[in-house]
């Protein structure tokens, strides 16, 4: 996710899961990530790629919460929608989401699913959107949260039957998946995965997507009809809108089957007092008034890019996201290509609180005298931010849990260590921190990281592109990579200046920002110290240093 | 696997036209081992195969033979084809497969369809060459079962009933078996040899062949239901239709099944009415669907100087096979679409002349989807003519001793079963095939006669 992609959208969806495969999420093997996909999607071309990915930033509802605030500072206008899937107990985990400020809430069921999911799931996992729609809808209506979100549902919707079904359990709106591809000429062959789709649909090949016969006049007519079915039952019914019969569950019955008998409906029919409809905005408690007065600061800077601002402000743990809302600011104008460099810097001094510098644009320095919390450079596109803790005290923690997780690029000097899940799905960043907890580097696809001290366990797993170099003085760091798909060699060798080279000018720029002492040590002996360092790269890929960074 | 983008629909070679009108052999040349697996290949195996699904009456594990035989397993291959299907090799040959599995691929729109046929033909002609034979237990029932009619029905039945250790006697009122097979399919679609070699293995299996037997006064319906313990009528619809016309009795005037049964009978060499010698002669052939195709290219073959078919619609409604409309052209065959006959010319001294005929228009679709036809006054011509062959379709014949045995038939003749298992109103007479269904394909027949033996399976031995 970059600022400008973020900034475009009308609605964001958190996809914690599909009900159609849950657990599991779509596959886009890696036969089909061409070099186009993967430029788009961050990553390297060939590589498998699967929809949801786990969200490494997400533990907790808490974790959630501060996602939510996050995407509402860079898009504020944006409605941020969280997507959860059909089952026992998900009205507790809706009624959660609400509190964490979604605007939206949708619950998936499972029979929908496409060619994207492995057929196991398609065929045996998921719930019917019934169950979990109105678990949640009452849930919410219970804690009087209801108003506060809306519901939407989906799961193999296709007839305007399903539409007013959905309505009478709860659902303001109404997501078509399967039913939508196969009006653009989807003839469900099952081969999506195999890069071969004869209508022209899943499928990268040129030749094929010739086929193509879709058109969004085909999907507008289909629409068209399913409200047309809509509007007749509900004329049936004897009400002349949709919204009139939003959470009227006791309009439903059962069929007289001998089926139907064996369960018990009572809690899917069941009807709690309350509001059935969203009535009012979800703003998070958090205004984020410190950061909307350095915007209105930075804001002349904005409006005219040829100028440079410096900032100076005192930041406490308190102030979360900072740098987002200026950053979503700087893309809503000038999108992922930001302003010009060192447009606006910021000086912040004491505590940062989670999330500094998340989805940061290009142009904006935040250079930090003190320490931060998790999720520092979360997402973060470019520009730098520079961390110098006010005691500089070697192998002491500065930045917290899943930093510069999802970054495409800019610069994360730490003169500090890092804690647990250390530049996870970072595909463009260059950072540089003195020691990390567990799984580091985890998912990378690219970018640089250099670690100037021990690492957790698990390093590297799951890494197919970009390189990382780590400094093992106390000769345990081969124990902790995860091997599978990287390497480690050294590059104290003759053979390898372009690594060597390309390391000594990171530390210099690291040093030069942080006046690192341990940076200045290493400098100081390069030659011996060299031996000490490990370069990291995916064993399949070569990956490529980029010799623009390191100033 | 779904190698379609790169490889493109290749038809099996045919055998140049002027050295096909010389006889009555097989124009196409099927696919050698490579050829097959190569146009196998581009199968997309899709998950709901329409080929099997929508496209073939009997069902086949297409998808399935295509991925065997591409993975270069002729055996597995084979079996799954002789699976489902009584005479793959036959079907293969003689099915329109351009309405049919062809027809539902999903190739069929833009890429080429898998050339289904060709390779189905080729996969079982392959096989039997490499010595592989489908599988029978012998007679293990003592239940056996008598089948009357040798054709495309007759031989499913008795082959599911045989591969079930059921023993079957077959009674056929013709003196070789095959039914149309033999005499309705001319050569050069078909070679007897094909029919001939099926018939040798169910004789293996433990079938006895009764020629020369029609159902009536010799073999009453009656003795048959007291001999076995079932019965499948398979006996076809073989009364020819005819326009209505004037003068449509003249002897020059024939209805096509006597004049390819008659044709046939030359080239197997045995006696035939010479009355239907078209050497020399202007041919009429009245009718548009495969059966007109065949006596248009049989024609040309005895030797005619000239073949025209009219049809009463147009190209594109043909009910036949695209590839024989084409074939037909290729030798030399006219066309005359649209065309409705109203007269049979004759000169005085009773001569036959021409045929007399007004254009149509084709107007709304039916029910059945084809486009309704209605004559235009004043646009008569005529077409000369010295042999006239009515190629309109089938009636069924009356099949006698149903009534007494209590067969309910209906006002067009075709005998009323149970649409599931082809059981008739008696118990024990089942009926399968054109008899039932009303003139329809050999693989309809081959699908009704497989339903039947399991029913009749199901019901001797539980």
Same mark, same amino acid.
């Given at each position: 996710?970059?600022?400008?992609?973020?900034?475009?959208?009308?609605?964001?969806?958190?996809?914690?899961a599909?009900?159609?495969?849950?657990?599991?999420g779509?596959?886009?093997?890696?036969?089909?990530?061409?070099?186009?996909?993967?430029?788009?999607r961050?990553?390297?071309?060939?590589?498998?790629?699967?929809s949801?990915?786990p969200?490494h930033?997400?533990?907790?509802i808490?974790?959630?919460?501060?996602?939510?605030f996050?995407?509402?500072q860079v898009?504020?206008?944006?409605?941020?929608?969280?997507?959860?899937?059909?089952?026992?107990?998900?009205?507790?985990i809706?009624a959660?989401?609400a509190?964490?400020?979604?605007?939206?809430?949708?619950?998936?069921?499972?029979?929908?699913?496409?060619?994207?999911?492995p057929?196991?799931?398609?065929?045996y996992?998921?719930?019917?959107?019934?169950?979990g729609?109105?678990?949640?809808h009452?849930?919410?209506?219970?804690?009087r949260?209801?108003?506060?979100?809306?519901?939407?549902?989906?799961?193999?919707?296709?007839?305007?039957?399903?539409?007013v079904?959905?309505?009478?359990?709860g659902?303001?709106y109404?997501?078509?998946?399967t039913?939508?591809?196969?009006?653009l000429?989807?003839?469900?062959l099952?081969?999506?995965?195999?890069?071969?789709?004869?209508?022209?649909?899943?499928?990268?090949?040129?030749?094929?997507?010739?086929?193509?016969?879709?058109?969004?006049e085909?999907?507008?007519?289909?629409?068209?009809?399913?409200a047309?079915?809509?509007?007749?039952i509900?004329a049936?019914?004897?009400?002349?809108?949709?919204?009139?019969?939003?959470?009227?569950?006791d309009?439903?019955?059962?069929?007289?089957?001998?089926?139907v008998?064996?369960?018990?409906?009572?809690?899917?029919?069941?009807?709690?007092?309350?509001?059935?409809?969203?009535?009012?905005e979800?703003?998070?408690?958090?205004?984020?008034?410190f950061?909307?007065?350095?915007?209105?600061?930075?804001?002349?800077?904005?409006?005219?890019?040829?100028k440079?601002?410096?900032?100076?402000?005192?930041?406490?743990?308190t102030?979360?996201s900072?740098?987002?809302?200026?950053?979503g600011?700087?893309?809503?104008?000038?999108?992922?290509?930001?302003?010009p460099?060192?447009a606006?810097?910021?000086?912040?001094?004491?505590?940062?609180?989670?999330?500094?510098?998340?989805?940061?644009?290009?142009?904006?320095?935040?250079?930090?005298?003190?320490v931060?919390?998790?999720?520092t450079?979360?997402?973060?596109?470019?520009?730098?931010?520079?961390?110098?803790?006010?005691?500089?005290?070697?192998?002491?923690?500065?930045?917290?849990?899943?930093?510069?997780?999802?970054? =495409?690029g +800019?610069?994360?000097? %730490?003169? &500090?260590?890092? !804690?647990?899940r *250390?530049?996870?799905?970072?595909s $463009?960043?260059l #950072?540089?921190?003195?020691g990390?907890g567990?799984?580091?580097?985890?998912?990378? =696809?690219? +970018?640089?990281?250099? %670690?100037? &001290?021990?690492t !957790?366990?698990? *390093?590297?797993?799951?890494?197919? $592109?970009?390189? #990382?170099?780590?400094?093992?003085?106390?000769?345990?760091?081969?124990?902790?990579?995860?091997?599978?798909?990287?390497?480690?060699?050294?590059?104290?060798?003759?053979?390898?200046?372009?690594g060597?080279?390309?390391?000594?000018?990171?530390?210099a720029?690291?040093?030069?920002r942080?006046?690192?002492t341990?940076?200045?040590?290493?400098?100081?002996?390069f030659?011996?110290?060299?031996?000490?360092?490990?370069?990291?790269?995916?064993k399949?890929?070569?990956a490529?240093?980029n010799?623009k960074?390191?100033? | 696997?779904?190698?379609?983008?790169?490889?493109?629909?290749?038809?099996?070679?045919?055998?140049?036209?002027?050295?096909?009108?010389?006889?009555?052999?097989?124009?196409?040349?099927?696919?050698?081992?490579?050829?097959?697996?190569?146009?196998?290949?581009?199968?997309?195996?899709?998950?709901?195969?329409?080929?099997?699904?929508?496209?073939?009456?009997?069902?086949?594990?297409?998808?399935?033979?295509?991925?065997?035989?591409?993975?270069?397993?002729?055996?597995?291959?084979?079996?799954?084809?002789?699976?489902?299907?009584?005479?793959?090799?036959?079907?293969?040959?003689?099915?329109?497969?351009?309405?049919?599995?062809?027809?539902?691929c999903?190739?069929?729109?833009?890429y080429?369809?898998?050339?289904?046929?060709?390779?189905e033909?080729?996969?079982?002609?392959?096989?039997?060459?490499?010595?592989?034979?489908?599988e029978?237990?012998?007679?293990?029932?003592d239940?056996?079962v008598?089948?009357?009619?040798?054709?495309p029905?007759?031989i499913?039945?008795?082959?599911?009933?045989?591969?079930?250790?059921?023993?079957?006697?077959?009674?056929?009122?013709?003196?070789?078996?095959?039914g149309?097979?033999?005499?309705?399919?001319?050569?050069?679609?078909?070679?007897?040899?094909?029919v001939?070699?099926?018939?040798?293995?169910?004789?293996?299996?433990?079938l006895?062949?009764?020629?020369?037997?029609?159902?009536?006064?010799?073999?009453?319906?009656?003795?048959?239901l007291?001999?076995?313990?079932?019965?499948?009528?398979?006996?076809?619809a073989?009364?020819?239709?005819?326009?209505?016309?004037?003068?449509q009795?003249?002897?020059?005037?024939?209805?096509?099944?006597?004049?390819?049964?008659?044709?046939?009978?030359?080239?197997?060499?045995?006696?035939?009415?010479?009355?239907?010698?078209?050497r020399?002669?202007?041919?009429?052939?009245?009718?548009?669907?495969?059966?007109?195709?065949?006596?248009?290219?049989?024609?040309?073959?005895?030797?005619?100087?000239?073949?025209?078919?009219l049809?009463?619609?147009?190209?594109?409604?043909?009910?036949g096979s695209?590839?024989?409309?084409?074939?037909?052209?290729?030798?030399?065959?006219?066309?005359?679409?649209?065309?409705?006959?109203?007269?049979?010319?004759?000169?005085?001294?009773g001569?036959?002349?021409?045929?007399?005929?007004?254009?149509?228009?084709?107007?709304?679709?039916?029910?059945?989807?084809?486009?309704?036809?209605?004559?235009?006054?004043?646009?008569?011509?005529?077409?000369?003519?010295?042999?006239?062959i009515?190629?309109?379709?089938?009636?069924?014949?009356?099949?006698?001793?149903?009534n007494?045995?209590?067969?309910?038939?209906s006002?067009?003749?075709?005998?009323l079963?149970?649409?599931?298992?082809?059981?008739t109103?008696?118990?024990?007479?089942?009926?399968g095939g054109?008899?039932?269904?009303?003139?329809?394909?050999?693989?309809?027949?081959?699908?009704?006669?497989?339903?039947?033996?399991l029913?009749?399976?199901?019901?001797?031995?539980?």
């Amino acid at each position: 996710m970059t600022p400008g992609y973020l900034r475009s959208a009308e609605e964001i969806q958190i996809k914690l899961a599909q009900g159609a495969k849950p657990g599991e999420g779509g596959q886009l093997p890696g036969e089909k990530v061409t070099s186009l996909i993967a430029t788009l999607r961050f990553t390297i071309p060939g590589v498998t790629l699967i929809s949801p990915p786990p969200h490494h930033d997400i533990y907790s509802i808490e974790d959630l919460a501060q996602l939510i605030f996050d995407l509402k500072q860079v898009n504020p206008e944006a409605i941020i929608s969280v997507k959860l899937v059909s089952s026992e107990g998900v009205g507790t985990i809706a009624a959660g989401v609400a509190k964490a400020y979604a605007d939206k809430i949708v619950i998936s069921g499972g029979d929908g699913g496409t060619g994207a999911a492995p057929f196991s799931s398609i065929k045996y996992a998921g719930n019917p959107w019934e169950f979990g729609l109105a678990e949640a809808h009452n849930s919410l209506k219970a804690n009087r949260l209801r108003e506060l979100v809306t519901l939407q549902t989906d799961g193999g919707l296709k007839t305007g039957r399903d539409v007013v079904k959905a309505a009478l359990l709860g659902a303001e709106y109404f997501g078509f998946g399967t039913p939508l591809l196969v009006i653009l000429g989807c003839k469900l062959l099952r081969v999506c995965h195999l890069n071969r789709c004869t209508v022209g649909i899943a499928t990268q090949d040129d030749t094929l997507r010739g086929h193509y016969i879709g058109t969004v006049e085909k999907v507008v007519a289909y629409l068209r009809n399913v409200a047309e079915d809509v509007r007749e039952i509900l004329a049936e019914l004897g009400f002349s809108s949709l919204q009139e019969i939003i959470g009227r569950s006791d309009l439903l019955q059962l069929i007289d089957n001998p089926r139907v008998k064996k369960f018990d409906f009572s809690q899917v029919l069941l009807r709690v007092d309350g509001v059935d409809t969203r009535q009012r905005e979800n703003p998070p408690f958090d205004d984020n008034v410190f950061e909307k007065e350095v915007l209105e600061e930075v804001l002349p800077v904005i409006k005219n890019p040829q100028k440079e601002i410096v900032v100076e402000r005192d930041i406490l743990n308190t102030n979360r996201s900072f740098g987002t809302l200026i950053s979503g600011q700087i893309a809503r104008y000038y999108g992922d290509e930001g302003l010009p460099k060192d447009a606006v810097t910021i000086k912040l001094k004491g505590v940062a609180g989670q999330s500094l510098g998340a989805f940061l644009s290009h142009g904006m320095s935040l250079l930090l005298t003190g320490v931060a919390n998790d999720y520092t450079g979360k997402g973060m596109h470019a520009g730098r931010i520079i961390i110098t803790p006010a005691i500089y005290q070697e192998g002491a923690s500065a930045v917290g849990n899943t930093c510069l997780y999802g970054a =495409t690029g +800019g610069k994360l000097f %730490v003169a &500090g260590t890092a !804690g647990e899940r *250390f530049a996870v799905r970072n595909s $463009g960043a260059l #950072a540089v921190v003195e020691g990390t907890g567990d799984h580091a580097c985890e998912y990378m =696809t690219g +970018g640089t990281v250099v %670690v100037l &001290g021990d690492t !957790g366990i698990n *390093f590297g797993a799951g890494m197919t $592109g970009g390189v #990382a170099f780590v400094y093992d003085r106390s000769k345990n760091f081969i124990d902790r990579l995860n091997q599978e798909l990287v390497a480690a060699r050294r590059i104290d060798v003759d053979e390898d200046n372009e690594g060597k080279l390309y390391l000594k000018k990171i530390l210099a720029s690291y040093h030069n920002r942080t006046r690192s002492t341990k940076a200045r040590r290493i400098l100081d002996n390069f030659r011996e110290e060299l031996a000490y360092f490990w370069m990291v790269t995916p064993k399949d890929m070569q990956a490529p240093l980029n010799p623009k960074e390191g100033d | 696997m779904q190698t379609f983008p790169e490889t493109q629909r290749q038809e099996p070679q045919k055998n140049e036209v002027t050295a096909r009108l010389k006889n009555f052999e097989e124009v196409y040349r099927f696919f050698d081992s490579k050829q097959v697996r190569r146009q196998s290949a581009r199968c997309v195996q899709c998950g709901d195969p329409f080929c099997t699904v929508i496209g073939c009456p009997l069902q086949n594990y297409i998808p399935q033979w295509l991925e065997a035989i591409a993975a270069r397993d002729l055996e597995r291959a084979f079996r799954l084809s002789n699976e489902s299907s009584p005479f793959p090799e036959i079907l293969g040959r003689i099915c329109p497969q351009s309405h049919l599995c062809e027809g539902a691929c999903t190739l069929d729109d833009g890429y080429g369809a898998i050339t289904i046929g060709a390779i189905e033909a080729s996969v079982t002609d392959l096989a039997f060459a490499a010595g592989m034979r489908p599988e029978f237990p012998g007679v293990t029932s003592d239940k056996r079962v008598a089948v009357i009619g040798s054709g495309p029905a007759g031989i499913s039945c008795a082959h599911f009933l045989l591969r079930a250790g059921i023993g079957v006697d077959m009674f056929e009122r013709a003196d070789r078996p095959g039914g149309l097979l033999t005499y309705g399919i001319p050569g050069f679609k078909l070679d007897k040899k094909i029919v001939d070699f099926r018939f040798e293995l169910l004789q293996e299996a433990g079938l006895t062949l009764h020629l020369n037997q029609p159902l009536g006064q010799e073999l009453p319906l009656e003795s048959l239901l007291k001999d076995y313990a079932a019965v499948f009528l398979g006996v076809g619809a073989t009364r020819g239709k005819c326009p209505g016309i004037e003068n449509q009795d003249h002897p020059q005037v024939h209805l096509a099944m006597n004049f390819l049964t008659h044709q046939q009978r030359r080239v197997f060499g045995d006696d035939w009415d010479l009355r239907y010698d078209v050497r020399g002669k202007k041919v009429v052939v009245v009718g548009g669907g495969d059966t007109a195709m065949d006596c248009v290219r049989t024609a040309i073959r005895d030797g005619a100087t000239s073949v025209t078919c009219l049809y009463r619609r147009d190209q594109a409604n043909m009910p036949g096979s695209r590839k024989e409309f084409h074939n037909a052209v290729e030798e030399g065959v006219e066309f005359c679409f649209n065309q409705s006959p109203t007269r049979v010319l004759l000169d005085e001294q009773g001569g036959l002349i021409g045929i007399d005929m007004l254009k149509t228009e084709l107007g709304e679709p039916d029910s059945d989807g084809r486009q309704r036809v209605s004559e235009v006054a004043g646009t008569e011509q005529c077409v000369a003519a010295e042999v006239i062959i009515m190629a309109l379709g089938f009636d069924i014949e009356v099949i006698p001793g149903l009534n007494e045995a209590g067969v309910d038939v209906s006002d067009w003749g075709q005998i009323l079963t149970d649409q599931h298992t082809g059981r008739t109103s008696h118990g024990r007479i089942f009926a399968g095939g054109d008899c039932q269904r009303g003139a329809d394909l050999a693989v309809t027949a081959a699908a009704d006669g497989r339903q039947a033996a399991l029913a009749i399976m199901k019901q001797l031995l539980g």
